[in-house]
T-cell receptor
Framework: DQQVKQNSPSLSVQEGRISILNCDYTNSMFDYFLWYKKYPAEGPTFLIS?????DKNEDGRFTVFLNKSAKHLSLHIVPSQPGDSAVYFC????????????????FGKGTLLTVNP | DTGVSQNPRHKITKRGQNVTFRCDPI?????LYWYRQTLGQGPEFLTY????????KSRLLSDRFSAERPKGSFSTLEIQRTEQGDSAMYLCASSFSQQPQHFGDGTRLSIL
């Protein structure tokens, strides 16, 4: 069963507009969430994260929103730029037995974002 | 910060052969992780080290797979008697305690 779901395989937006990428999860033990960006032939690059005690985290053009009751998070990119074109992965972690989050990530399948000039 | 380094970038081998991959984490990072990614999927967790101790292994890590992190520095992932289904991208990541994980560019394994 897939515990982290990214239901949109692809998304296309115009430069300067907002990109909204969505992610749903089923495991109620997840308490830390991250977004990674991946270019072809490169490893995933960390973008932004959010703890379950928050509902919003912002870093420059990137904002992540968490709705725990709906088990849903989203990544907003505004304004979108052509260089943002990449695959975006949503990932989640639960508290490990050794303590602390972010030790074992469960990833979604990714969403390919294309930003058109 | 030179980033997480993985070698080789690409490995082609015949079915039944053994292969070993190496990961050099970011120097001050005490945690090291291995993931596997197949086409159209996100990375899947394989195993995790804190310093030299291997604290968790996924059920995906069959007994043909072994990982080590001697002295808590670099790590190796060995696959014995490779099978077609082992073809994938093997990703290594490292972090300092609970900070976000930083990934290398991976080793792509192709089984002929």
């Amino acid at each position: 069963d897939q515990q982290v779901k990214q239901n949109s395989p692809s998304l296309s937006v115009q430069e300067g507009r907002i990109s909204i990428l969505n992610c749903d999860y089923t495991n109620s033990m997840f308490d830390y969430f991250l977004w990674y960006k991946k270019y072809p032939a490169e490893g995933p690059t960390f973008l932004i994260s959010i703890s379950s005690i928050k509902d919003k985290n912002e870093d420059g053009r990137f904002t992540v929103f968490l709705n725990k009751s709906a088990k849903h998070l989203s990544l907003h990119i505004v304004p979108s730029q052509p260089g943002d074109s990449a695959v975006y992965f949503c990932a989640a972690s639960e508290v490990g037995y050794s303590g602390g989050s972010n030790y074992k990530l469960t990833f979604g399948k990714g969403t390919l974002l294309t930003v058109n000039p | 910060d030179t980033g997480v380094s993985q070698n080789p970038r690409h490995k082609i081998t015949k079915r039944g052969q053994n292969v070993t991959f190496r990961c050099d984490p970011i120097s001050e990072h005490n945690r090291l992780y291995w993931y596997r990614q197949t086409l159209g999927q996100g990375p899947e967790f394989l195993t995790y080290f804190q310093n030299e101790a291997q604290l968790e292994k996924s059920r995906l890590l069959s007994d043909r797979f072994s990982a080590e992190r001697p002295k808590g520095s670099f790590s190796t992932l060995e696959i014995q008697r490779t099978e077609q289904g082992d073809s994938a991208m093997y990703l290594c990541a490292s972090s300092f305690s609970q900070q976000p994980q930083h990934f290398g560019d991976g080793t792509r394994l192709s089984i002929l």
